[in-house]
């Protein structure tokens, strides 16, 4: 149980587009969600934390008009990269929590490339 | 706040030989404590975590960490090594059990087997 997909695996986009990802909760409803950001060989840095109905919370230096952050249902958030450079180049994972003590449930992660 | 410190960005032992990987945190709060592995272009996978019951908790696949509060250290262990252990290998800690608040992770450990 608590699987969390992530759509596409793999995007590549043109520099100035913009691109969608989403992150669904298949067998639990995650109240909370979670978008991570990990730079090649790095660590996984939390991007924001969206809750279902409301607006996401950004971390400090996240600019939340360049990554939006949708969390329409208790199974699904979508995080938009407006305005892609190649610095927006890198690999995103959700994660689901919420109702689950102690536990997030991550994505297989979304490998972002921008041209 | 909190932070995780992992020491040893890389990790070789041979295959059968003892694998120990080092964490140490910091929290103004007792904390949930977590390990993480990740397979090259994948998500998370949880294997194991603290969550101030047992000080010494049992993993997936014969992974094992001990809370030590002294210490401030939280560190994996596994027997016996096999080839199919070699993977980035991460610490996370959250205040408050993961489920409301997005996890703090360390830089990661990339685990190296040798046959």
């Known amino acids: 149980g608590a699987v969390v997909s992530q759509h596409p695996s793999r995007v590549i986009c043109k520099s100035g587009t913009s691109v969608k990802i989403e992150c669904r909760s298949l067998?639990?409803?995650?109240?909370?969600m979670f978008w991570y950001r990990q730079f090649p060989k790095q660590s996984l840095m939390l991007m924001a934390t969206s809750n279902e109905g409301s607006k996401a919370t950004y971390e400090q230096g996240v600019e939340k008009d360049k990554f939006l952050i949708n969390h329409a249902s208790l199974t699904l958030s979508t995080l938009t990269v407006t305005s892609a450079h190649p610095e927006d180049s890198s690999f995103y994972i959700c994660?689901?929590?919420?109702?689950?003590?102690?536990?997030?449930?991550f994505g297989p992660g979304t490998r972002l490339t921008v041209t | 706040a909190q932070s995780v410190t992992q020491l040893g960005s890389h990790v070789s032992v041979s295959e059968g030989a003892l694998v120990l990987l080092r964490c140490n945190y910091s929290?103004?709060?007792?904390?949930?404590l977590f390990w993480y592995v990740q397979y090259p272009n994948q998500g998370l996978q949880l294997l194991l975590k603290?969550?101030?019951?047992?000080?010494l908790v049992k993993g997936i696949n014969g992974f094992e960490a001990e809370f030590k509060k002294s210490e401030t250290s939280f560190h994996l262990t596994k027997p016996s090594a096999h080839m199919s252990d070699a993977a980035e290998y991460f610490c996370a800690v959250s205040d408050s059990g993961g489920g409301a608040d997005g996890l703090t992770f360390g830089k990661g450990t990339h685990l190296i087997i040798q046959p």
């Open positions: 067998d639990f409803q995650a109240t909370t």
């Open positions: 929290s103004s709060v007792p904390p949930y």
């Open positions: 994660s689901g929590g919420g109702n689950l003590p102690y536990e997030q449930y």
């Open positions: 603290y969550t101030s019951a047992a000080t």
